[in-house]
């Protein structure tokens, strides 16, 4: 499994005394309209169990595209959800996505990691689109940069997210390096480790939903072994999309549109709340609706993300030669009926749900078997986030 980097790991120093690798860690995914709550343990073959699984719902307006704008209500939620699974651990992992986030892949002269590391940091500022003094900055060496030395100027296509194209040469014959260049802006961080210890919390591990979901994808699928697949998560504010190239990430993207927007439509044309769009959408139906009728809202809902998704596949092809193979799903767009042949039929690649629950060990007598269902889809990145132990190094 590929974990975070340093640079988040265990914001809150005062408390690395009190952590090791056996320390029981509870996963917090903070999404746009619930909180979702996982913690696994370990057992015999590197295997997990399920020991605590728990949702609870968010005010409208609590968390709008990835920022908490009601943390005192995110805190108060959030200690109803610990309070109500009866969490005995206090150390939790939580993680960070969307704009106030930046990967990128770069090519770099082999040197000394100390080396790489200084001249990173000092480099750092040309790559991210953030002040470096409101970053937290790190970088994972890949290994070997594969073909030529040099980077190869992009050819027409360009990075959907990017106004011009990238024109980085390197012309130097030395052995290079890929690094997976990381980068957070702190606020982020800092708000979400207020709101957990508002709740009387510790956070960890603040991580990266990519990884997470890397790392829940991993329970059930060897990844180094897939070749190029996409890892999309459907959210209400973001649609993420994450390429992999067996095992590593090749490209990454945050659409600033999700689900959201077709919750946005069906308001406006039932004159619904929007609590009852997630009913809608899950095929709970108003009364004198048709199915039809609204499958043919949903798909017109979703154009737009599918047009952007369709382009971050033709920008990955362009920089990498390689097509997408395959597409995981996951999130709340996942409770939609049929969203995997919608996709696998417009970006004609094979698609299926991601379910890490079926690779955990459930005891059927703690576990209501419709709640581990229904859940499936939302948890993905809290069941990534739960498979993480503290690590010093």
């Known amino acids: ?32 309209h619930s909180i979702k709550m996982v913690q696994l343990a370990e057992i ?18 609590s968390i709008v595209e990835g920022s908490i704008k009601k943390p005192d209500q995110v805190s108060e939620a959030l200690s109803r959800l610990i309070k109500a699974e009866k969490i005995k651990s206090n150390f939790v992992v939580a993680s960070v996505s969307g704009e106030a986030v930046f990967i990128k892949k ?3 002269a082999q040197m000394t990691e100390e080396e790489l590391s200084e001249k990173i940091t000092e480099e750092a500022e040309q790559y991210i689109p953030f002040d470096i003094n409101d970053v937290a900055l790190d970088f994972q060496i890949l290994g070997p940069a594969n073909g030529n030395n040099s980077q190869k100027k992009v050819d027409e296509k360009t990075d959907p997210d990017e106004k ?34 508002e709740a009387g919390l ?21 990844l180094s072994a897939m070749g190029s697949i996409a890892l999309i998560d459907l959210g209400d504010s973001f649609t993420h999309v994450n390429i992999l190239q067996n095992g590593s990430i090749g490209y990454t993207r945050d659409i600033p549109v999700g689900g959201g927007y077709c919750s946005t439509m069906i308001m406006s044309k039932y004159q619904v709340p929007f609590k009852q769009t997630h009913r809608i959408k899950g095929g709970y139906l108003p009364d004198g609706v048709e199915k039809e009728e609204i499958l043919d809202l949903i798909v017109r809902g979703y154009r737009k993300i599918l047009e952007e998704i369709q382009k971050s596949f033709e920008y990955f092809s362009t920089i990498s030669n390689c097509k997408v193979e395959r597409v ?13 042949g919608f996709m696998e039929d417009y970006l004609k690649v094979p698609a299926e749900m991601l379910n890490p629950m079926q690779a955990v060990k459930i005891n059927p007598k703690n576990f209501d078997q419709g709640l581990i269902t229904d859940l499936a889809g939302l948890s993905t990145v809290a ?9 010093h190094t």
């Open 164 to 197: 011009k194209p990238e024109n980085e040469t390197e012309t130097s014959d030395e052995p290079m390096v890929e690094a997976l260049l990381v980068a957070v802006q702190r606020d982020v961080i800092d708000e979400k480790t207020d709101v957990l210890l």
């Open 328 to 340: 995981l799903l996951s999130g709340g767009g996942c409770l939609i009926q049929g969203m995997d």
């Open 44 to 61: 015999k073959g590197g295997n997990f169990e399920l020991v605590n699984l728990g949702m609870m719902p968010l005010e409208e307006g």
């Open 383 to 391: 069941m990534g986030l739960a498979t993480r132990r503290f690590d």
């Open 106 to 108: 770069i090519k770099v």
């Open 1 to 32: 499994m590929l974990f975070i980097l340093g640079l988040i790991q265990n914001p809150l120093r005062n408390f690395q005394m009190f952590l090791s690798k056996k320390t029981p860690l509870v996963a917090i995914d903070m999404g746009s």
């Open 202 to 222: 510790k956070p960890a591990i603040i991580d990266l939903d990519v990884f997470a979901l890397m790392n829940a994808a991993s329970l059930s699928n060897d």
